[in-house]
């Protein structure tokens, strides 16, 4: 079995075989790691109880970090969806905000998350997926199903460009994320295999040129609030896409332009803190971590 780089390339395979994105992939990772299906289906449990862990643990584990740039910012968002007189989000938006933020500051504490696809993106996938699940009631095989495809979304883009910031800036990190959440979007609300890759370009391409310009160095400013912002974003690429919306640029070409743009981003803005938001005034007073 070929392995499989790019989204024309996977959208043939599901035509031929008929079947959906994550079924393709389950059984191109199966053979890969020369494990079976049900191992490698297994293993995205073990990634998804993680994530569920680590929305209860940011919800629960709290207080202001070192720095006292976070660490109770997940409690005021929850305290205001709660109350659905004041909020204009309903319920399902604020837990995908909320959780987004906890376990990005469950992250910020040296907590356990699942790195997806990095550290620095780790709310928006956990956030997107548990929130759907328990507003829609989806069991875990299907939450896995839609975990297996954002797997394949991500693989396929870490295939063309790298995913890190101090390479190709947070629209490789946090943008990467948002673009795996849309696809599991759709995969959970039943949309076709073309509109789970229309999400997750839709959500990249409209994400490009985002800078990684870090406040002391730290996974904190504003890396945590990113987290659910690009959250939310990855629910707007999945609405377009499920009402037929595409992007009119093929995914693919996407990627290489999202490329690009971190090629030709400054150095200064790509993880160092040494250009954006890291060289503000006010930024330039907070003392790093040792």
């Given at each position: ?8 390339r996977?959208?043939?395979e599901t035509?031929?075989?008929n079947?959906r ?14 494990r079976?299906i049900?191992d490698?289906?297994q293993?995205?449990?073990r ?6 862990a680590?929305?209860r ?10 720095s006292?740039?976070s660490?109770e910012?997940a ?6 969806y709660?109350n ?11 837990k ?5 933020v ?10 356990r998350?699942v790195?997806?696809?990095t ?5 928006i996938?956990?956030?997107v ?9 989806f ?5 896995v199903n ?7 979304i991500?693989?396929i883009i ?10 190709g800036g947070c ?15 759709v995969?959970?609300?039943g ?8 999400a997750?370009?839709l959500a990249?391409?409209n ?34 896409a499920?009402?037929g ?8 070409e996407?990627?290489k332009?999202?490329k ?10 790509k ?6 938001l890291?060289i ?7 003392v790093?971590?040792?």
């Open positions: 079995m070929k392995n499989i780089v790019t989204f024309q996977l959208l043939e035509r031929s075989s079947k994105i994550y079924e393709v992939f389950q059984e191109l990772e199966s053979y890969m790691l020369e079976s049900e490698v289906r293993l995205m449990k990634n998804l109880n993680v994530m569920a680590s929305v643990d940011g919800l629960s584990h709290y207080g202001p970090s070192p006292g740039m660490g910012l409690q005021k968002i929850l305290r205001r709660q659905p007189n004041k909020s204009a989000f309903n319920p399902l938006l604020g995908i905000l909320t959780y987004a906890a376990v990005s500051e469950e992250n910020q504490r040296m907590g998350v790195a997806c696809p550290a620095g993106a780790c709310g996938m956990p956030s997926l548990i929130a759907y699940a328990e507003e829609y009631g069991n875990e095989e299907e939450q839609a975990l297996i495809t954002a797997g394949a991500g693989k870490a295939q063309q460009m790298e995913l890190a910031g101090a390479v629209q490789a990190e946090c943008g990467v994320a948002s673009a795996m959440a849309a696809g599991a979007v995969e959970l609300m949309g076709t295999n073309e509109q789970i890759v229309h997750a370009t990249l391409k994400i490009m040129g985002l800078v990684c310009d870090p406040v002391a160095g730290l996974v904190e400013v504003p890396c945590i609030k990113r987290n659910g912002f690009l959250a939310i974003h990855a629910v707007t690429a999945s609405e377009m499920l009402a919306v595409e992007s009119f640029i093929p995914p693919d996407v990627v332009a999202v690009q743009v971190g090629v030709l981003m400054s150095p200064l803005l993880e160092n803190s040494e250009g954006g890291a503000t005034e006010t930024a330039k007073k907070v790093p971590q040792p």
